[in-house]
C-alpha cells in the first residue's frame, strides 16, 4: 500500500477561518463570498489549519473531491481548498439537504450534471429524508418488539459510515495505487457514500460556493476580491493595440479556405507579456480627473486586467463583422459590383450592425448569462487560459504528471507551432488527407464517397490537422454529447444527399454533389449580373434568356434542414424550458417597469451573488444603444441607394425578438448555435421579390441582432465568472466596436482595390476563394432576385414542406426527452442532431470523423475517468493548439504564400489531382440533358 502523507494538526479545536477568509455562514449573503486575496495567498495554510474540526480522513475525502489529493506537499494548500474547507464546517447538515433538494430539482434534466453526481445527490438527499421517516415512524410507536430483529435502520446504517481515520487513509491508499498504475479510474469510489454527514455539506458547499459543473470550477474561483485593480490605464492601452491587429489579421484571411484567425487564445498569450510591460514601463503616480483618480501603474498586473483585456480583444477575436460579406459582395466585380458603395454607406453599415448586437446582448443577460445552467461552454478554454498565465498553481502530480499548466500550454503552444508547418506547406496532403481516392483518382463514386474536397469525406482518416478537424467543431470545448449528437446528424446527412443526387432529384446529378454555388441549365457557375439591371433589380427580359439557378444536392439538404429547424427548435426549446423561457421574459418586463430594481434578483448561484459586488449597467443604457444602431440602419438606407425600405429594419428586429431566448438559451448550454439569416432571407424574398440587395441588407440586420448579441453575451458571461465590474465590461465592448470596425473596413478595402491578385476566384493561388462571400452572393440571388415564390413554386416545392415537418417532429420529441427513461434520453438534443445537416456544402464528414475521435476521447473518457487531470489540462490544451496553428498560418502565409514559393512534390499535389478536386455531376447537361439543358423548358421558367 502507498504511504499517503500524514495529516499534521489536531482534528479537535475551534473552527477558525483561513487568513483572508470571512465566513458569515450563509452563501446567500456577498460577504460570505468575498476574500483578502493578498492576505491568503500570503499566507501559508497548511491542511493541520483547516478543518479542525474535521478528523483526517474526512480531510482527504474534501481533498480528493476537489482533485487536490494530487499536491506534491500539503503545507501549503491552494486557496480554493482553504475556502472550501472553511464553509463546509460552518454549514449545517439541514441547510447542506435543503440546498442539495433545490438542486436535484433545478437540474433535473440538465444535460451538463454527471450522471454519477446527480445520482449521489439523490442518495444523499434519500437517506435524509428515509432517516426522518423513520424517526417520525418510530416516536409513533413504542413497541420495538415488533420490530424485525435483523433489520438495520437507516439511522444505524449512517452511523456505520466510515469515521476512522487509520481505515480511511487505507482506503485510499488503495485507491490511489490504483490510479498510478494506470488503472481506469476511480468513478465509482469517487462517488460512494462513506461520510454521509460530511458529504453532504461538501456537495452543497460545492453548489452554494463555486458551481454543480466541474468544467465550471476548472476555469473559476469560488471567492471573490473585489479590490482587485481592474479597469486600469493598462488594459486600455494594449486592447487597442491587440484589438486592432486582431481586426487586420482576421479580416484579412476571413475569406481563405480554410480562413486563418487570430483567435482569442493567441491575443491571450501576448495580452499576458503585454501588461507585464506596461507593468515595467509605466510611472508610478496618478491623477485625477473630476471625481475619478486614474492611477497609471496600480502594481502587479492581475488577472482580472487580463481578463478584462481579453474581453477587450474578444470583438474580433477569431472571425470579422457579418457585414463585412455585406460589402464584400455587393462592392466585388466578382458578385454584384455595386460602384456607389463607398465608406460613408460602408461605415454606416457596419455600425449599425454591430452596436445593435451589443444592445441586446445587455437585454440577454437575464436568460443567458445569470442563469447556472447557461454555462456557455465556448468560453471555458478562454478562462482556464488567463487563469493558468496569472494565478499562482501549486505543485501536483496527477496520474504520473508532473508539468504545470503554464509549462503545459506553452509545450502545447510552441508544438502546434512547428508541427502545422507539415499539412499547411511542407506536406499539404496531410490536410486534406483523401487517401483513398489515390487508390483510383478517376473514380467517380469513390471521391463522391470519400472525398474531402468535393466529395461526403466518408473516411476513418481524414486529417492530421487540427486546423482542419477543429473548423465546424471545437472537440475540446463541446460536451461530448453535443459533438456526438451534431455527428449523428450529418452522418443521417451523408445518406440523404447521396439518395438525392444518386436519384437525379431536381437535376442534382448534373452538378457538383456537395458545393455551396449557384449553377445554370447547362452545369456552369451562375452569375446574377446576367439578370439583373443596373439598379441591382430583377431583370423579367433577361431572366427569360438565362433561365433560374440550380442547387446541388448538399446545398439543398442544407437548406431543408435550415427550414425544419427553425420550427422544430422554437417549438422544441419552449416546451422543454418554458419555466425558463417565462421567467426571463417577465423578469425583463419587472425591471422595465421598476427600472431601479436590481437585475440580479431572483438569482442566488454563487457567481450572481457575489456579481452584487459591482454597480450594474442599466437596462436603459443598452437601449439606448439599440436606438442609435436603428437610426444608423435607416440613414443606411435613406442616403443611399440599398434599395430597402425602413420597415424591413423593423422587421429583422421583430423576428429576432421572438427567437432571441431560444437560439441564446441552446447556445449557452452547449455551445451548439445557428443563425436567422435562412428564415429571414426566405420571409423578404417573399415579402420584396426581385430584390437581392433588400435581402443581403435586412439579412445582414437579421443575423447580427442574434448573431453578434450571442458574442458579446460570451463577453458578459466571461466577466461574470471572472467578476469583472459589468461597467467596465459595457465601455471596454463599445469602444472595442468602434476601433475594430474601421480598421476591418480598411482592409477589406484594401483587398478588393487590389491588395489580393484574383481575389475571390475559385482558383485563387492563396485560397482567397472567398466561400462565405460566394454562399452569401448565392444566398442573395435565389431568395431576393429569383425569389422564392419561384423557388417553391417551380424549382424545389419541397422545401415549403420542411418547416411543416420540423413543427411536427418537435412534439414526438419533447415527449421523449421529457417522459422518457432520463438514463436513456438525458443527452438527447434532436436540435444539434438537425443542425449536423448544416455541415454540408462546402464541409463534409472529414471535418467531423477526426473531432468526434477527439471529443470521445478527452471530453467523454478522460472526463469521466480522469477527472483531476481534465480539470487540469483538458482546456489549456485547447486553447494551446489553436493558438499554436493561428501563430503559426500567420507566419506561413507571410513567409512563403504571399509571395508564392511554392513547394512542388507529390505530397503537395495528390489530393487534388483526382475528381475529388474536380468534382462534377454524374451527367453530363450537353449530352445526356434534353436540347442540351436540364430543368423547366425555355419558355416556361418558374
Same mark, same amino acid.
Given at each position: 500500500?502507498?504511504? /499517503?502523507?500524514?495529516?499534521?494538526?489536531?482534528?479537535?479545536?475551534?473552527?477558525?477561518?483561513?487568513?483572508?477568509?470571512?465566513?458569515?455562514?450563509?452563501?446567500?449573503?456577498?460577504?460570505?463570498?468575498?476574500?483578502?486575496?493578498?492576505?491568503?495567498?500570503?499566507?501559508?495554510?497548511?491542511?493541520?489549519?483547516?478543518?479542525?474540526?474535521?478528523?483526517?480522513?474526512?480531510?482527504?475525502?474534501?481533498?480528493?473531491?476537489?482533485? =487536490?489529493?494530487?499536491?506534491?506537499?500539503?503545507?501549503?494548500?491552494?486557496?480554493?481548498?482553504?475556502?472550501? =474547507?472553511?464553509?463546509?464546517?460552518?454549514?449545517?447538515?439541514?441547510?447542506?439537504?435543503?440546498? /442539495?433538494?433545490?438542486?436535484?430539482?433545478?437540474?433535473?434534466?440538465? +444535460?451538463?450534471?454527471?450522471?454519477?453526481?446527480?445520482?449521489?445527490?439523490?442518495?444523499?438527499?434519500?437517506?435524509?429524508? !428515509?432517516?426522518?421517516?423513520?424517526?417520525?415512524?418510530?416516536?409513533?410507536?413504542?413497541?420495538?418488539?415488533?420490530?424485525?430483529?435483523?433489520?438495520?435502520?437507516?439511522?444505524?446504517?449512517?452511523?456505520?459510515?466510515?469515521?476512522?481515520?487509520?481505515?480511511?487513509?487505507?482506503?485510499?491508499?488503495?485507491?490511489?495505487?490504483?490510479?498510478?498504475?494506470?488503472?481506469?479510474?476511480?468513478?465509482?469510489?469517487?462517488?460512494?457514500?462513506?461520510?454521509?454527514?460530511?458529504?453532504?455539506?461538501?456537495? !452543497?458547499?460545492?453548489?452554494?460556493?463555486?458551481?454543480?459543473?466541474?468544467?465550471?470550477?476548472?476555469?473559476?474561483?469560488?471567492?471573490?476580491?473585489?479590490?482587485?485593480?481592474?479597469?486600469?490605464?493598462?488594459?486600455?492601452?494594449?486592447?487597442?493595440?491587440?484589438?486592432?491587429?486582431?481586426?487586420?489579421?482576421?479580416?484579412? $484571411?476571413?475569406?481563405?479556405?480554410?480562413?486563418?484567425?487570430?483567435?482569442?487564445?493567441?491575443? *491571450?498569450?501576448?495580452?499576458?507579456?503585454?501588461?507585464?510591460?506596461?507593468?515595467?514601463?509605466?510611472?508610478?503616480?496618478? =491623477?485625477?480627473?473630476?471625481?475619478?483618480?486614474?492611477?497609471?501603474?496600480?502594481?502587479?498586473?492581475?488577472?482580472?486586467?487580463?481578463?478584462?483585456?481579453?474581453?477587450?480583444?474578444?470583438?474580433?477575436?477569431?472571425?470579422?463583422?457579418?457585414?463585412?460579406?455585406?460589402?464584400?459582395? *455587393?462592392?466585388?466585380?466578382? $458578385?454584384?459590383?455595386?460602384?456607389?458603395?463607398?465608406?460613408?454607406?460602408?461605415?454606416?453599415?457596419?455600425?449599425?450592425?454591430?452596436?445593435?448586437?451589443?444592445?441586446?446582448?445587455?437585454?440577454?443577460?437575464?436568460?443567458?448569462?445569470?442563469?447556472?445552467?447557461?454555462?456557455?461552454?465556448?468560453?471555458?478554454?478562454?478562462?482556464?487560459?488567463?487563469?493558468?498565465?496569472?494565478?499562482?498553481?501549486?505543485?501536483?502530480?496527477?496520474?504520473?504528471?508532473?508539468?504545470?499548466?503554464?509549462?503545459?500550454?506553452?509545450?502545447?503552444?510552441?508544438?502546434?507551432?512547428?508541427?502545422?508547418?507539415?499539412?499547411?506547406?511542407?506536406?499539404?496532403? #496531410?490536410?486534406?488527407?483523401?487517401?483513398?481516392?489515390?487508390?483510383?483518382?478517376?473514380?467517380?463514386?469513390?471521391?463522391?464517397?470519400?472525398?474531402?474536397?468535393?466529395?461526403?469525406? #466518408?473516411?476513418?482518416?481524414?486529417? $492530421?490537422?487540427?486546423?482542419?478537424?477543429?473548423?465546424?467543431?471545437?472537440?475540446?470545448?463541446?460536451?461530448?454529447?453535443?459533438? !456526438?449528437?451534431?455527428?449523428?446528424?450529418?452522418?443521417?446527412?451523408?445518406?440523404?444527399?447521396?439518395?438525392?443526387?444518386?436519384?437525379?432529384?431536381?437535376?442534382?446529378?448534373?452538378?457538383?454533389?456537395?458545393?455551396?454555388?449557384?449553377?445554370?441549365?447547362?452545369?456552369?457557375?451562375?452569375?446574377?449580373?446576367?439578370?439583373?439591371?443596373? *439598379?441591382?433589380?430583377?431583370?423579367?427580359?433577361?431572366?427569360?434568356?438565362?433561365?433560374?439557378?440550380?442547387?446541388?444536392?448538399?446545398?439543398?439538404?442544407?437548406?431543408?434542414?435550415?427550414?425544419?429547424?427553425?420550427?422544430?427548435?422554437?417549438?422544441?426549446?419552449?416546451?422543454?424550458?418554458?419555466?425558463?423561457?417565462?421567467?426571463?421574459?417577465?423578469?425583463?418586463?419587472?425591471?422595465?417597469?421598476?427600472?431601479?430594481?436590481?437585475?440580479?434578483?431572483?438569482?442566488?448561484?454563487?457567481?450572481?451573488?457575489?456579481?452584487?459586488?459591482?454597480?450594474?449597467?442599466?437596462?436603459?443604457?443598452?437601449?439606448?444603444?439599440?436606438?442609435?444602431?436603428?437610426?444608423?440602419?435607416?440613414?443606411?438606407?435613406?442616403?443611399?441607394?440599398?434599395?430597402?425600405?425602413?420597415?424591413?429594419? $423593423?422587421?429583422?428586429?421583430?423576428?429576432?425578438?421572438?427567437?432571441?431566448?431560444?437560439?441564446?438559451?441552446?447556445?449557452?448550454?452547449?455551445?451548439?448555435?445557428?443563425?436567422?439569416?435562412? /428564415?429571414?432571407?426566405?420571409? +423578404?424574398?417573399?415579402?420584396?421579390?426581385?430584390?437581392?440587395?433588400?435581402?443581403?441588407?435586412?439579412?445582414?440586420?437579421?443575423?447580427?441582432?442574434?448573431?453578434?448579441?450571442?458574442?458579446?453575451?460570451?463577453?458578459?458571461?466571461?466577466?461574470?465568472?471572472?467578476?469583472?465590474?459589468?461597467?467596465?465590461?459595457?465601455?471596454?465592448?463599445?469602444?472595442?466596436? =468602434?476601433?475594430?470596425?474601421?480598421?476591418?473596413?480598411?482592409?477589406?478595402?484594401? *483587398?478588393?482595390?487590389?491588395?489580393?491578385?484574383?481575389?475571390?476566384?475559385?482558383?485563387?493561388?492563396?485560397?482567397?476563394?472567398?466561400?462565405?462571400?460566394?454562399?452569401?452572393?448565392?444566398?442573395?440571388?435565389?431568395?431576393?432576385?429569383?425569389?422564392?415564390?419561384?423557388?417553391?413554386?417551380?424549382?424545389?416545392?419541397?422545401?415549403?414542406?420542411?418547416?411543416?415537418?420540423?413543427?411536427?417532429?418537435?412534439?414526438?420529441?419533447? !415527449?421523449?426527452?421529457?417522459?422518457?427513461?432520463?438514463?436513456?434520453?438525458?443527452?438527447?438534443?434532436?436540435?444539434?442532431?438537425?443542425?449536423?445537416?448544416?455541415?454540408?456544402?462546402?464541409?463534409?464528414?472529414?471535418?467531423?470523423?477526426?473531432?468526434?475521435?477527439?471529443?470521445?476521447?478527452?471530453?467523454?473518457?478522460?472526463?469521466?475517468?480522469?477527472?483531476?487531470?481534465?480539470?487540469?489540462?483538458?482546456?489549456?490544451?485547447?486553447?494551446?493548439?489553436?493558438?499554436?496553428?493561428?501563430?503559426?498560418?500567420?507566419?506561413?502565409?507571410?513567409?512563403?504564400?504571399?509571395?508564392?514559393?511554392?513547394?512542388?512534390?507529390?505530397?503537395?499535389?495528390?489530393?487534388?489531382?483526382?475528381?475529388?478536386?474536380?468534382?462534377?455531376?454524374?451527367?453530363?447537361?450537353?449530352?445526356?440533358?434534353?436540347?442540351?439543358?436540364?430543368?423547366?423548358?425555355?419558355?416556361?421558367?418558374?
Amino acid at each position: 500500500m502507498i504511504e /499517503l502523507p500524514k495529516i499534521p494538526g489536531n482534528p479537535a479545536g475551534p473552527v477558525t477561518s483561513g487568513g483572508g477568509i470571512a465566513s458569515v455562514a450563509s452563501h446567500l449573503q456577498l460577504e460570505d463570498h468575498e476574500v483578502d486575496l493578498h492576505a491568503i495567498q500570503s499566507q501559508a495554510m497548511s491542511i493541520g489549519d483547516v478543518g479542525r474540526t474535521l478528523t483526517e480522513a474526512q480531510k482527504w475525502i474534501v481533498l480528493k473531491r476537489l482533485h =487536490f489529493d494530487a499536491l506534491v506537499t500539503l503545507d501549503d494548500l491552494p486557496p480554493q481548498a482553504t475556502f472550501i =474547507f472553511d464553509k463546509i464546517e460552518n454549514m449545517s447538515t439541514g441547510e447542506a439537504v435543503e440546498i /442539495l433538494k433545490k438542486t436535484l430539482k433545478d437540474h433535473k434534466n440538465d +444535460v451538463n450534471i454527471v450522471e454519477d453526481v446527480f445520482e449521489l445527490w439523490e442518495e444523499l438527499v434519500a437517506l435524509d429524508e !428515509a432517516t426522518k421517516k423513520e424517526s417520525s415512524l418510530g416516536e409513533e410507536s413504542e413497541d420495538s418488539d415488533k420490530k424485525e430483529p435483523h433489520t438495520v435502520s437507516v439511522k444505524e446504517k449512517l452511523s456505520t459510515f466510515i469515521h476512522n481515520a487509520d481505515s480511511k487513509v487505507k482506503q485510499l491508499g488503495d485507491i490511489e495505487k490504483k490510479d498510478e498504475s494506470g488503472g481506469t479510474g476511480v468513478r465509482g469510489d469517487d462517488y460512494a457514500i462513506v461520510d454521509w454527514d460530511l458529504q453532504v455539506r461538501l456537495e !452543497a458547499a460545492l453548489i452554494a460556493y463555486w458551481s454543480p459543473y466541474p468544467e465550471v470550477r476548472a476555469v473559476t474561483f469560488p471567492y471573490d476580491d473585489p479590490t482587485i485593480p481592474v479597469e486600469t490605464l493598462r488594459v486600455y492601452i494594449i486592447g487597442i493595440i491587440w484589438t486592432g491587429i486582431g481586426a487586420v489579421i482576421n479580416q484579412f $484571411f476571413a475569406e481563405r479556405q480554410p480562413s486563418i484567425s487570430l483567435s482569442v487564445s493567441v491575443v *491571450q498569450v501576448f495580452l499576458y507579456p503585454s501588461g507585464l510591460l506596461c507593468e515595467w514601463i509605466l510611472p508610478k503616480w496618478s =491623477f485625477k480627473i473630476w471625481k475619478w483618480t486614474i492611477d497609471l501603474n496600480p502594481g502587479p498586473y492581475t488577472y482580472k486586467e487580463q481578463m478584462l483585456a481579453t474581453i477587450f480583444c474578444g470583438v474580433t477575436g477569431g472571425s470579422t463583422s457579418y457585414a463585412a460579406w455585406n460589402i464584400l459582395m *455587393q462592392k466585388s466585380p466578382v $458578385f454584384y459590383d455595386n460602384q456607389w458603395v463607398d465608406w460613408g454607406y460602408e461605415i454606416l453599415l457596419i455600425l449599425s450592425t454591430n452596436f445593435l448586437g451589443v444592445g441586446l446582448a445587455g437585454i440577454m443577460r437575464k436568460f443567458a448569462v445569470y442563469p447556472v445552467k447557461a454555462i456557455w461552454p465556448t468560453i471555458l478554454p478562454s478562462l482556464a487560459l488567463n487563469k493558468t498565465l496569472l494565478t499562482p498553481a501549486k505543485k501536483e502530480k496527477i496520474n504520473g504528471w508532473k508539468i504545470s499548466s503554464y509549462m503545459f500550454f506553452f509545450v502545447t503552444f510552441w508544438a502546434s507551432f512547428l508541427y502545422f508547418w507539415v499539412p499547411d506547406y511542407l506536406f499539404e496532403a #496531410l490536410s486534406y488527407f483523401n487517401w483513398m481516392t489515390w487508390i483510383a483518382p478517376s473514380n467517380m463514386n469513390l471521391a463522391v464517397v470519400t472525398g474531402s474536397i468535393g466529395g461526403l469525406g #466518408l473516411n476513418p482518416i481524414t486529417t $492530421f490537422d487540427w486546423n482542419y478537424l477543429s473548423a465546424l467543431l471545437q472537440p475540446l470545448q463541446w460536451p461530448f454529447y453535443a459533438t !456526438a449528437c451534431n455527428f449523428i446528424g450529418a452522418f443521417i446527412g451523408f445518406f440523404a444527399i447521396l439518395g438525392i443526387w444518386y436519384s437525379n432529384y431536381k437535376w442534382t446529378g448534373y452538378l457538383p454533389i456537395n458545393d455551396n454555388g449557384l449553377y445554370s441549365n447547362t452545369g456552369e457557375s451562375y452569375s446574377v449580373t446576367a439578370i439583373v439591371n443596373d *439598379q441591382s433589380l430583377f431583370d423579367q427580359q433577361k431572366y427569360d434568356e438565362v433561365g433560374p439557378p440550380f442547387y446541388t444536392a448538399g446545398n439543398l439538404l442544407v437548406y431543408g434542414s435550415f427550414f425544419a429547424l427553425y420550427p422544430f427548435h422554437i417549438v422544441y426549446e419552449f416546451g422543454m424550458h418554458y419555466h425558463d423561457m417565462w421567467d426571463a421574459c417577465t423578469s425583463f418586463w419587472r425591471v422595465l417597469k421598476n427600472w431601479k430594481r436590481s437585475t440580479y434578483d431572483g438569482y442566488d448561484d454563487p457567481h450572481s451573488t457575489m456579481m452584487r459586488a459591482y454597480p450594474e449597467v442599466p437596462e436603459w443604457a443598452y437601449l439606448i444603444i439599440v436606438v442609435i444602431s436603428l437610426v444608423l440602419a435607416i440613414l443606411c438606407v435613406k442616403l443611399y441607394p440599398a434599395q430597402t425600405p425602413v420597415w424591413g429594419i $423593423f422587421f429583422a428586429l421583430g423576428i429576432n425578438f421572438v427567437f432571441l431566448i431560444p437560439l441564446t438559451t441552446i447556445y449557452a448550454r452547449t455551445g451548439f448555435s445557428f443563425g436567422l439569416n435562412v /428564415l429571414v432571407e426566405l420571409i +423578404v424574398g417573399y415579402a420584396i421579390p426581385g430584390n437581392g440587395l433588400a435581402l443581403a441588407f435586412i439579412k445582414a440586420l437579421g443575423y447580427n441582432i442574434d448573431g453578434q448579441a450571442q458574442n458579446f453575451v460570451n463577453d458578459l458571461k466571461q466577466g461574470h465568472y471572472a467578476k469583472l465590474p459589468p461597467r467596465a465590461v459595457y465601455r471596454v465592448q463599445l469602444l472595442s466596436i =468602434f476601433v475594430a470596425s474601421f480598421i476591418q473596413l480598411g482592409i477589406l478595402n484594401f *483587398q478588393l482595390d487590389g491588395g489580393i491578385k484574383d481575389y475571390c476566384d475559385p482558383k485563387n493561388a492563396q485560397r482567397f476563394t472567398c466561400p462565405n462571400g460566394r454562399t452569401f452572393y448565392s444566398a442573395s440571388v435565389l431568395w431576393g432576385v429569383i425569389g422564392p415564390k419561384k423557388v417553391f413554386g417551380g424549382l424545389y416545392p419541397i422545401l415549403q414542406w420542411c418547416f411543416l415537418i420540423g413543427f411536427l417532429l418537435a412534439f414526438p420529441c419533447i !415527449a421523449i426527452k421529457r417522459w422518457g427513461p432520463r438514463k436513456m434520453f438525458k443527452y438527447f438534443e434532436p436540435s444539434i442532431i438537425i443542425g449536423g445537416l448544416l455541415n454540408y456544402a462546402p464541409y463534409n464528414l472529414s471535418y467531423l470523423i477526426p473531432g468526434l475521435y477527439v471529443a470521445y476521447a478527452f471530453m467523454h473518457y478522460i472526463k469521466r475517468n480522469y477527472e483531476a487531470w481534465w480539470q487540469k489540462y483538458n482546456y489549456v490544451l485547447s486553447t494551446g493548439l489553436n493558438a499554436g496553428i493561428a501563430f503559426s498560418s500567420i507566419i506561413i502565409f507571410f513567409s512563403v504564400m504571399y509571395h508564392p514559393k511554392d513547394l512542388t512534390w507529390w505530397g503537395n499535389s495528390v489530393s487534388y489531382e483526382g475528381i475529388d478536386a474536380a468534382m462534377t455531376g454524374w451527367l453530363n447537361a450537353t449530352v445526356d440533358a434534353p436540347d442540351g439543358y436540364f430543368g423547366p423548358r425555355a419558355g416556361n421558367y418558374p
